[in-house]
């Protein structure tokens, strides 16, 4: 069940940076500090990486009960979100402020991302 929220998660994570929060700053300004660089690299491409050698070399299943599991964990993170954004005015990300109409369509789009990646998963793992 772990397997399965981290890689639909991790695939939602990766669609949404790499289409729409990443600029190309981080990469191709030259900064004295490489740190920042590779942490970005890291949890926007590493994660998933592995997550993909991970499937390719266990037989690890998707079970359509686990999509309960993963609806209710992407109900609270949006809720936190939505707390957070509202509380402080400071939204986790850019793109969620709740304050222009594509907030709501990213939102959509997360959900359709993680279902779409979980239906994903689940197909590799029945053909496994």
Known sequence: MIYSVAWTAE??????????LY???????VHDNLYPKLT???F???FFTTLCIEMIFNNIKFRKKDLYFLSALLFVYALITVIITFVTGDPIYPIFD????????????????MLLG??????ISQFK
């Open 98 to 113: 709740f304050k222009t109409n594509m907030t709501y369509v990213y939102a959509v789009a997360v959900v359709f991302i």
């Open 11 to 20: 695939i939602a994570v990766v669609s949404i940076y790499w289409t729409v």
């Open 40 to 42: 970005n690299l890291n």
């Open 118 to 123: 979980f239906s994903i998963g689940y197909l």
């Open 44 to 46: 926007h491409c590493l």
């Open 23 to 29: 600029s190309g700053d981080e990469i191709t300004k």
